[in-house]
């Protein structure tokens, strides 16, 4: 087959580099994959004019008046816009409630310098320009970023599971942590992982954000069971969730 | 004839994060020359307040994702030291392993794709794949066997799923360790060597420039310590790690959103280099042969023999694999049950682990709940911005008086930051709440 190749642009806004470095450690499941596409580097220099690209892959989340100039230019130079990641689909970590004014941080990290670095409170891309396509995970799961891949360059603009975690992990025949009284998060997280955290022994924190109609009063119950306190409960819905949790209130 | 220079690279490639050089020299003086740092702060000591024992790892783990498992450890070891968590010997062992597959997986990363180009004369390591295929094939090959041995003890390479306070939640089994032990011996080792090979028929092409420097890192161990020591230094002195602060001495400086450190003298340097300086003796004699093929020897104050001393640790690191995994065989392993609940006294503790790019420090507070009070984290490319910017203040009036071009001076500069293997996206780590 020598269709043209999808040309996709990957650009990286705040967060830990993890999904890149997730991108390059995939070369297992890539090589059928990259058959298919051709990566353009950008110079950010460059005029939007000469950024021609099939798809934008954006990673990291918004968190400064020059990261909001810079998602528009993207977005009006691609034609399909995908997040990648925890940070650019959902906020992720960066945006951790971390219950005070973001002026009142500044100025215990910066002094007087305060107004030297502006920031923002930290936003998913999607509450700036319009979001084609999301790849859920902190990190994603290699998996679903090749199952992803696979079926978008079928032609079709891949959806996320909105199920929980809790269908793979029986899937994988795991023994629940919950009911063992360890506060797993799988039951309201959006699956797609593939159960990674709790097939390792480990409770789920939720690194998908959550799905649909989550049942987060049933959590905080089986939570409190679990010998959880009402700000732990908290603190991890709020975890990877912030924002997310916000447009539901 | 006086000269007049204006280097400004925007964004900087092949290091991991966003940063600028900027020089200006008129009528020969020197007027600006600096790294800067644009990454967009974030604010991760804020975010801890209030968080969980079992959580700050989760999170610090998200201030870098190649330095994940380093952040990991150190903060593990801040939390089980402020709330006396004990920790068992095969614990360290696994963890040990663990932090020396991600030295191997950075070091190959930076030694290979970001870092080499320079050297092999290509701009990209996309271009390596032209000019010296097999390079890119070791790299992949080297690469792959790293990151199967963060997966293996980890869960996975990129903020791994099962290292948790006292311990881990689920461990590879003797087979899976076997298996990566002859991968080890058979494949890893005399790959390593051949990619001394490679940089060896380019080492002419490692800029000479030595500019005295304090060299920092864990020292003072019995073995060459990326997990446990004090803080050393070349100058001569050493220090418990809870009185990092004194080493630190953080402050604000206007062309970055990165801190800047210093001890006695202005600037000091980490990472690799560092410890190499630091801890000579206490390398693989293997090791300590491929550091003699390059004449590289404690102490060595040429910023660019950075890669050199990377490349040396991959085969200590190799080496230590090798020996943990045949260590943990012969003890047994047993299955491990680290605590879910916490109840103690409140109190604060200092964790120190080397990572790639050098020595980081995690300091927490408890309050009688486990949850945190206040947090510091001091992370090693912070540390090295000082010493970056003072040694291009040294090598641009060197390289005016070589006669160089501006291409040529831009080319060397970049080819130094390079070096330093920084990792902006950590830098910006923002300090202390309290
Ligand atoms: S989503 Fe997670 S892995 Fe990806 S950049 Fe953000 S913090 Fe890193
Ligand atoms: S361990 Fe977690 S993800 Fe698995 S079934 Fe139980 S609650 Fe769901
Ligand atoms: S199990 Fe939960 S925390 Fe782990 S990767 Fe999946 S969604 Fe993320």
């Known amino acids: 087959m020598t269709a043209k190749k999808v040309r996709v642009g990957f650009f990286d806004f705040t967060g830990c580099e993890g999904c890149q470095l997730a991108k390059v450690s995939m070369e297992n499941e890539l090589p059928q994959i990259l058959e298919h596409i051709e990566i353009v580097n950008f110079r950010e220099a460059m005029s939007e004019k000469s950024w021609d690209m099939d798809v934008a892959f954006i990673e990291g989340s918004i968190t400064t008046p020059a990261c909001v100039e810079r998602i528009n230019r993207i977005r009006q130079a691609a034609p399909i816009l995908v997040t990648l990641g925890a940070c650019s689909t959902i906020g992720g970590i960066n945006a951790i409630r971390v219950g005070r004014d973001l002026d009142e941080i500044r100025q215990e990290v910066y002094g007087d310098k305060r107004y030297l670095f502006p920031s923002l409170p930290v936003m998913p891309v999607s509450a700036v320009v319009k979001v084609d396509a999301s790849i859920y995970g902190c990190p994603p799961n290699p998996k679903d970023v090749a199952r992803f891949l696979t079926q978008f360059l079928a032609g079709k603009i891949p959806q996320a599971p909105k199920y929980p975690v809790c269908i793979e992990c029986k899937l994988q025949g795991n023994a629940c942590l919950l009911v063992q009284g360890i506060p797993c998060m799988g039951v309201v997280t959006r699956a797609g992982c593939g159960a990674w955290c709790p097939s390792k022994g480990q409770f789920c924190y939720g690194c998908r954000g959550l799905i649909p109609d989550a049942n987060l009063d049933a959590l905080r119950i089986s939570f409190e069971e679990c010998g959880l306190s009402q700000q732990e409960i908290d603190n991890k819905l709020h975890l990877f969730s912030g924002r997310e949790l916000e447009k539901l209130s | ?434």
């Open chain 2, 1 to 434: 004839m006086s000269k007049t220079v204006s280097i400004n690279v925007e964004h900087i490639t092949r290091v991991e994060g966003h940063g600028n050089i900027v020089v200006r020299v008129r009528d020969d003086k020197l007027e600006t020359c600096h790294f800067e740092v644009v990454e967009a702060p974030r604010f991760f000591e804020a975010m801890l307040k209030g968080r969980s024992w079992y959580e700050a790892a989760i999170i610090t783990s998200r201030i870098c994702g190649i330095c994940s498992i380093g952040h990991q450890m150190t903060s593990l070891k801040a939390t089980e030291t402020a709330l006396k968590i004990p920790v068992s010997e095969q614990t360290v062992l696994f963890r040990k392993l663990l932090v020396d597959g991600s030295i191997l997986s950075s070091h190959l990363l930076h030694v290979l794709f970001l870092a080499a180009p320079d050297v092999l004369g290509v701009p990209s390591a996309f271009a390596l794949m032209d000019s010296n295929p097999h390079a890119v094939e070791l790299a992949l090959k080297t690469k792959r066997l790293a990151n199967d041995l963060c997966d293996a003890v980890g869960g996975r390479m990129i903020h791994p799923i099962t290292c948790v306070p006292g311990g881990f939640t689920d461990l590879p089994t003797p087979e899976v360790l076997r298996d990566l032990k002859t991968r080890y011996e058979k494949e890893m080792l005399p790959m390593l060597f051949e990619v001394a090979d490679i940089l060896e028929s380019v080492a002419e092409n490692f800029p000479d420039f030595t500019r005295e420097t304090e060299f920092i890192s864990l020292g003072d161990a019995s073995e060459y310590p990326f997990y446990d020591g004090r803080i050393a230094s070349t100058d001569g002195e050493t220090y418990p790690v809870d009185e990092y602060l004194s080493v630190t001495n953080e402050t604000i400086v206007d062309h970055s959103t990165a801190k800047h450190t210093h001890n006695k003298r202005a600037s000091y340097m980490v990472g690799a280099l560092a410890r190499l300086n630091n801890n000579f003796d206490k390398l693989t004699d293997t090791a300590k042969q491929v550091a003699a093929r390059f004449g590289l020897a404690a102490v060595n104050h040429n910023p660019f023999m950075n890669n050199v001393a990377q490349l040396v640790e991959c085969v200590h690191c190799a080496q230590t694999v090798i020996g943990r995994i045949d260590d943990l065989l012969q003890r047994g392993i047993e299955p491990e049950k680290p605590p879910r609940e916490w109840k103690g006294k409140p109190g604060r503790g200092v964790g120190s682990t080397e990572v790639p790019r050098g020595i980081l420090f995690h300091d927490y507070t408890y309050d009688a709940t486990g949850r945190i009070v206040k947090a510091n984290c001091v992370i090693p490319t912070n540390q090295n911005f000082a010493n970056v910017d003072l040694d291009m203040q040294a090598f641009v009036p060197e390289m005016l008086q070589r006669g160089m071009d501006d291409n040529a001076m831009q080319f060397n500069l970049e080819m130094l930051v390079r070096a330093y293997d920084p990792c902006i996206s950590c830098s910006v780590h923002m300090v202390k709440v309290d």
